[in-house]
Each structure stands twice: as C-alpha cells, then as structure tokens.
C-alpha cells in the first residue's frame, strides 16, 4: 500500500459493536500504515456478542476499550467515520483537514429474537462492516 500514515476515527453512539468491529477491521486491512481509534458520543462498553462474532472471522476485539469521544480531543484524525446516525449528528467538531465520512449500519445490539437470531444480525452487520472496511483501504491505498 502506497499511502502514509494515517488517523482514523470511527464513531458511534456507545462504542460498543458497529465501531468496535469497524475498528477491527480497518485494522486488520491497514496493517501497520493506519493508527485507528473508536468512541462513542457515549459510553456503553463492548458488547460480548460483537467480541465473539469478530472472533469468529480471526479478529481479536477483545482487549479494546469502550471510550468518548472527548478522550481523543487532542489528536488530529485525518478521517472520522460515523457508522450511525446518531454519532454523524452527534459528532463533535473536527479541525477543516480532518475529513468526515458517514456510513450508517444497523445497529445489531437493537435486535430481538433468539440467541440464533442474534447472532445472524451481528453476522449481517459484521459482513457490511467488514467489506465496507476493506473497500476503504482500498480507496486510500489508491491516493
């Protein structure tokens, strides 16, 4: 991959699944070219079904933290990623070289249903996170 070092910030309401995973994933696709953070514009902790569902795709999730937004007020990202509506509505205001990006998923963590039926939410979202993820790797490697 061609491009420099890069910030990014992936925001949502509690930091607690859609960012988490998205934050793994751009991760796991930038390899060691992109420093990726996650917040919420609350704090709701890591959802266990988010942590297992990563796993199940070889993503470790595990030993992230759920933190705010505030937390990072004194890094300059170069893109931050709301994945909900809530947070792109929410999101405080970043400095003009900082580019925001919006993408809303579904929020599996609002699911009803069987443990069974869950879990195929989660793997819903997880595989839109997951290709979204990969696609935006790509459109950086490419600038």
């Known amino acids: 991959m061609a491009f420099s070092m890069k910030k990014i910030l992936v925001l949502c309401t509690g930091n ?17 070219k992109l420093e990726v953070y996650s917040a919420g514009v609350e704090i709701h902790g890591l959802n266990p079904f ?5 796993a199940e795709d070889g993503i470790d999730i595990s030993r992230n ?3 705010h937004v505030d937390e990072y007020s004194d890094i ?3 893109y931050v990623i709301t994945v909900c509506d809530n947070a792109k509505e929410s999101c405080p205001f970043f400095p003009t070289q900082t580019k925001t990006i919006h993408h809303s998923f579904e929020d599996p963590s609002k699911s009803s249903g069987t443990s069974k039926e869950l879990i195929a ?6 595989n839109q996170i997951k290709e979204y993820s990969k696609n935006f790797i790509e459109t950086l490697s490419s600038i």
């Open 65 to 67: 933290t759920s933190n």
């Open 121 to 126: 939410e989660f793997r819903k979202v997880r």
């Open 16 to 32: 607690s699944c859609r960012s988490q995973m998205a934050h793994g994933y751009l991760q796991h696709f930038g390899k060691n």
């Open 76 to 78: 300059t990202f170069d």
């Open 50 to 54: 988010a942590i297992g569902i990563m």
